[in-house]
């Protein structure tokens, strides 16, 4: 039983691993995502991030959970996820590194700035109102809505190159977080003989960048289609297909905003022309200031985790955020790179 913050994460990376024939979560997706940091951050990470792990829902998400199941075309239930786990079915999974700098953090479901992470942490402070209060501040904030300025680069997959802007800079996307790109990238980071996973390797000659300019409503960025129960955020996500999925909220109405949120449910919203949804193999984002406001940023939350916060300073009671607002933020994928217990 976990009894405080990055707890999990403790345990992942001090279990023998010998002893066990896979991890199981009872709990929401951000102890899943803590026990996948855990394991990359051991000495003998490439053994262990290959343990089964497995995932039943505790939660108030469980995205994770729910793409599991859709994708076997069974319905959402915790028995339905114990027995996906005693069958033993596997399957692999795209692991993301996000890096500022020299800081990262890994992440296998999806990464948010704008509106949904507004809605997802601001909400915290309406906990007392159950489930509804998603639905209550998610009317509030799409009233009062807020667009935010920054630019978007990203690597397209093969088929969505037509997406953006061509970027006539090079771009490094070396996993160590550098500017310039540096010759033998090795995907191990070795300090005091103990190595630790740094993220995938790439060949920077070989990625051609585009870019999307602000002001976006919403970000977000996808390895899995479901972001809860009744939320479908990347429709065409797939588990291990090495790409992530961008669905780009940009400059809109509020009524047109609300209406989007409300078609989230089955994914529909990314037919709207006021949605960008493409796949690229990596994609750095650049966030600014709010529009209308010279010192007030956004949020930037990854599987749960305020990664950035720019709309306030930090507060005693907060814990430090892993990385700043402002300085840009990269995602690279490292395909099939860790095991889920699947229904099929």
Known sequence: ETNYRLHAQEIAGSLDLKKYDGIVCVSGDGILVEVVNGLLQRDDWDKAIKVPLGIIPAGT???????????????????????????????????????QGKTRFFSVMMLTWGLVADIDIESEKFRWMGSARIDFYS?????????????????????????????????????????????????????????????PSTDDADLEWRSLKGPFVNVWISNIAFASEGVMIAPQAQFADGYLDAAIIKDCPWSVALGLLLRMKDGSYIESPYVEYFKV??????????????????????????????????????????????????????????????PR
């Not at 469980?62 to 069958?87: D, K, T, Y």
């Not at 720019?310 to 607002?325: C, I, N, V, W």
């Open 61 to 99: 998400g469980n995205g994770m959970v729910q793409g599991l199941l859709h994708s076997a075309g069974e319905p959402f239930s915790m028995s339905n996820a114990v027995f996906a786990i005693i069958r033993g079915h596997r399957r692999a999974l795209d692991v993301t590194s996000v890096v």
């Open 139 to 199: 009317l509030l904030r799409a009233v009062n809505l807020r667009r935010y300025n920054g630019r978007i680069l990203f690597v397209p997959a093969p088929g969505y190159e037509g997406f953006g802007d061509p970027v006539e800079q090079t771009i490094s996307c070396k996993s160590n977080g550098a500017t310039n790109a540096a010759e033998g990238d090795i995907p191990d980071v070795c300090n005091n003989e103990t190595c630790t996973y740094s993220g």
């Open 281 to 342: 193999k990596a994609l750095r984002i650049e966030p600014g200031l709010r529009v209308g406001s010279s010192t007030i940023g956004g949020i930037i939350d990854s599987d749960g985790e305020v990664l950035a916060r720019g709309d306030r300073s930090q507060t005693k009671e907060e814990p430090e955020h892993l990385m700043a607002y402002g300085p840009p933020i990269q995602l690279m994928v490292d395909q099939g790179l860790a095991t889920i217990f699947s």
